[in-house]
Nanobody, 124 residues
Framework: QVQLVESGGGLVQAGGSLRLSCAAS????????MGWFRQAPGKEREFVAA????????YFADSVKGRFTISRDNAKNTVYLQMNSLRPEGSAVYYC?????????????????WGQGTQVTVSS
């Protein structure tokens, strides 16, 4: 079973950048597909980005394409989310998630393991 801890959230002005990190422990990190999701108050948790086990393929929600990148360092058991050109509607708690099984990269139901989340607030 993998444990996930996010960091890097904070307050940023619109147009600014943040890099989130998610450190994994307790399992062989390279066996897991990793994803980032976010949840704003009163809204459902939504897919942001995902990366395959080797990092060879990445997937993004349409709302963040061209502005966010996802990467992983399997030697450091860490996945990153680089967020550029942030918008106020991107304010949310951002969650790191891991899954071992095959399935849809964008479905939160496919991910078995979750971090506690890190708050990102984008001011206008």
């Amino acid at each position: 079973q993998v444990q996930l801890v996010e960091s890097g959230g904070g307050l940023v002005q619109a147009g600014g950048s943040l890099r989130l990190s998610c450190a994994a422990s307790g399992a062989t990190f390279s066996l897991y597909v990793m994803g980032w999701f976010r949840q704003a108050p009163g809204k459902e948790r939504e897919f942001v980005a995902a990366i395959t086990r080797t990092g060879g393929d990445t997937y993004f929600a349409d709302s963040v394409k061209g502005r966010f990148t996802i990467s992983r360092d399997n030697a450091k058991n860490t996945v990153y989310l680089q967020m550029n050109s942030l918008r106020p509607e991107g304010s949310a708690v951002y969650y790191c998630a891991a899954r071992y099984t095959r399935g849809s990269y964008s479905s939160r139901y496919e991910y078995a393991y979750w971090g506690q989340g890190t708050q990102v607030t984008v001011s206008s």
